[in-house]
């Protein structure tokens, strides 16, 4: 949407108002374009959780016994325990996990 442009365009220039940050529920933080490998975001409180996203590397695996590289992407969840058990927020990055594992870059339609 535009409104959803118009704020991302504002957090980029650092023109952002405080009130226009106000009443989210999950902030998502991706420090990986800096290239941090790994860290643990700090909640904003009253939001119930925020997801750190890493840069991609390559990670060697096994697979038919030789060593192979594939894309890794480092993810962190912090949440509020009193807003969502350790369980569900597992479960989300596991989903997550899958989703990025299958994503097909050739089904986004840019505009």
Do not use: W, Y
């Amino acid at each position: 949407s535009k409104e959803a442009r118009r704020l991302n365009t504002a957090c980029q220039e650092e023109t952002i108002l405080p009130d226009e940050l106000n009443g989210g529920t999950f902030t998502v933080s991706n420090l990986g374009t800096m290239g941090i490998e790994s860290f643990t975001p700090i909640l904003n409180i009253p939001q119930v959780a925020i997801l750190g996203v890493c840069n991609i590397s390559l990670k060697p695996i096994m697979k038919d016994n030789e060593i192979q590289f594939i894309p890794h992407i480092g993810l962190s969840l912090t949440f509020d325990h009193r807003a969502i058990d350790g369980v569900p927020a597992a479960k989300f990055l596991q989903e997550l996990n899958m989703v990025i594992a299958n994503f097909d870059l050739k089904q986004v339609k840019l505009q």
